[in-house]
T-cell receptor, first 108, second 113 residues
Framework: QKEVEQNSGPLSVPEGAIASLNCTYS??????FFWYRQYSGKSPELIMF????GDKEDGRFTAQLNKASQYVSLLIRDSQPSDSATYLC????????FGAGTTVTVRA | NAGVTQTPKFQVLKTGQSMTLQCAQD?????MYWYRQDPGMGLRLIYY???????DKGEVPNGYNVSRLNKREFSLRLESAAPSQTSVYFC????????????FGPGTRLTVL
């Protein structure tokens, strides 16, 4: 079992809708969690990180962490075609462990 | 600042050939990492260097060696390339090893024939 599992997707949403991405992790000692966005043929770039239970908002992005249930999610509000990418969830205790990624397509 | 740079961007090797992938960062980070990315597998850690002078194996170290040349540079060597090593290789760095954000280089696309 991978340490970090993501809903496999692909996920297709209409422009302006909310895209919801989920991630679960197996290591209860994981302390911090990251969401990276990766455009096709490019390197991952950080969108958000979250350390504490609850919600963290940054513009159109909201990360949610529930340590008791061992899940992390990312909501993208008012989705735009430029949000079309693969989103990688990662958890860290001593090293980052990445999920396989969820590909999101925003339909104009 | 260039961030994390990698050379080369593309490389084609024949089975059994050797090569070294170069990585450098100008953010004064202590920790550096090498990952490979294969379709459907996400990013898998090959080796990492928590600080200058130290290196440790990650999830998939077989067939690779690394050198932390100085604080800025971390190289990955394939001694005898195999088709299974066809992948995209990313170097990353972070301020410290534990929970800090990692910043990625542009990647090297390697094909082994």
């Amino acid at each position: 079992q991978k340490e970090v599992e993501q809903n496999s997707g692909p996920l297709s949403v209409p422009e302006g809708a909310i895209a919801s991405l989920n991630c679960t992790y197996s290591d209860r000692g994981s302390q911090s969690f990251f969401w990276y966005r990766q455009y096709s043929g490019k390197s991952p770039e950080l969108i958000m990180f979250i350390y504490s239970n609850g919600d963290k908002e940054d513009g159109r992005f909201t990360a949610q962490l529930n340590k008791a249930s061992q899940y992390v999610s990312l909501l993208i509000r008012d989705s735009q075609p430029s949000d079309s990418a693969t989103y990688l969830c990662a958890g860290s205790r001593y090293k980052l462990s990445f999920g396989a990624g969820t590909t999101v397509t925003v339909r104009a | 600042n260039a961030g994390v740079t990698q050379t080369p961007k593309f490389q084609v090797l024949k089975t059994g050939q050797s090569m070294t992938l170069q990585c450098a960062q100008d953010m004064n980070h202590n920790s550096m990492y090498w990952y490979r990315q294969d379709p459907g597998m996400g990013l898998r850690l090959i080796y990492y260097s928590a600080s200058e002078g130290t290196t440790d194996k990650g999830e998939v170290p077989n067939g690779y060696n690394v050198s932390r040349l100085n604080k800025r540079e971390f190289s990955l060597r394939l001694e005898s390339a195999a088709p299974s090593q066809t992948s995209v290789y990313f170097c990353a760095s972070s301020e410290t090893q534990s929970t800090d954000t990692q910043y990625f280089g542009p990647g090297t696309r390697l094909t082994v024939l």
